[in-house]
């Protein structure tokens, strides 16, 4: 599918949701049209409180808090999850003693985790910062541990046979085979990040983007309670975009679709 035709089909569903929502809060469609305005604000209300939140500067603050936090999160729990996640493939050993024990800790609720990062690291972005990582880091690891041990047996053989050592099968061989789990993870990971921030904020903080949430759901503001999120997927999918930019140039000698066919 060409790139403008794919862009063009995303901003009409875009479209058609907004024009849904406005639909559904300005015509006596599904009840009282105040009733539904309380619950879920206006497209045009929201809108405005977006325009307002970055005309007075009132975000900028918070937004940077919240991005420092998601890129720190983001940046400590991806690559420890690709470093240790290369060392277990590669150490079979190593991964079979710790095995019970990372599930455990990827099975350990994360808003459990939350106030105990609090009590560490206090009210300050490392409990946020903290509480990120932990999500991060197993998506990353699962999926980088999984993409080397995915590596075709016949090609470390051949590899092998051509006098490759370790050091050379790292670059040439396991590195290239996880490179495709590992952005799917990264993806993935974006979101988790984000995550991570923001409840961290919700549950104490005084600045933040989840901070602003949770100020103007404690005021029935829901009209800010959409407009804060509605930034928030924006800027999701805007870092979203820079690991898209980074996964095209590290994987350009992989072949397009079209090309596989």
């Known amino acids: 599918m060409q790139r403008l035709r794919l862009l063009a089909l995303q901003v009409l569903v875009g479209l058609g949701l907004l024009a849904i929502w406005h639909v559904v809060t300005t015509y ?3 009840g009282d049209v105040k009733n539904i305005r309380f619950f879920f604000s206006t497209p045009l209300d929201v809108s405005g409180r977006i325009v307002r939140f970055f005309a007075t500067g009132l975000i900028w603050r918070h937004l940077w808090i919240t991005l420092s936090e998601t890129l720190l999160a983001f940046s400590i729990g991806s690559i420890g999850g690709i470093v240790i996640g290369f060392w277990f493939a ?3 050993t190593v991964a079979a003693v710790f095995d019970p024990y990372v599930k455990m800790a990827n099975a350990l609720p994360r808003v459990v985790l939350a106030p105990i990062f609090m ?5 300050g972005i490392w409990s946020k910062v903290a509480l990120g990582v932990t999500l991060v880091f197993f998506v990353v690891f699962f999926n980088v541990y999984q993409g080397v041990k995915e590596v075709s047996p016949v090609v470390l053989a051949n590899a092998r ?8 099968l790292l670059r040439h061989v396991y590195w290239p085979s996880a490179l495709s789990w590992m952005f799917s993870s990264l993806h993935t990971s974006v979101g988790f990040a984000l ?16 901070y602003l ?13 959409f407009a804060g999120m509605v930034v928030l997927s ?8 820079l690991v898209t930019l980074v996964e095209h140039r590290l994987l350009s000698w992989r072949p397009t679709p079209a090309e596989r066919g």
């Open 195 to 210: 995550v991570g921030a923001v409840v961290g904020e919700y549950l104490g903080s005084a600045a933040g983007l989840g």
């Open 90 to 92: 590669r150490q079979p």
């Open 119 to 123: 009590l560490w690291f206090g009210l």
């Open 213 to 225: 949430i949770h100020e103007a759901e404690g005021t029935f503001d829901v009209t800010g309670v």
């Open 234 to 241: 924006i800027f999701v999918i805007v870092i979203d975009w």
């Open 28 to 30: 006596p469609l599904l």
């Open 161 to 168: 046979m051509l006098g490759m050592n370790e050091r050379q």
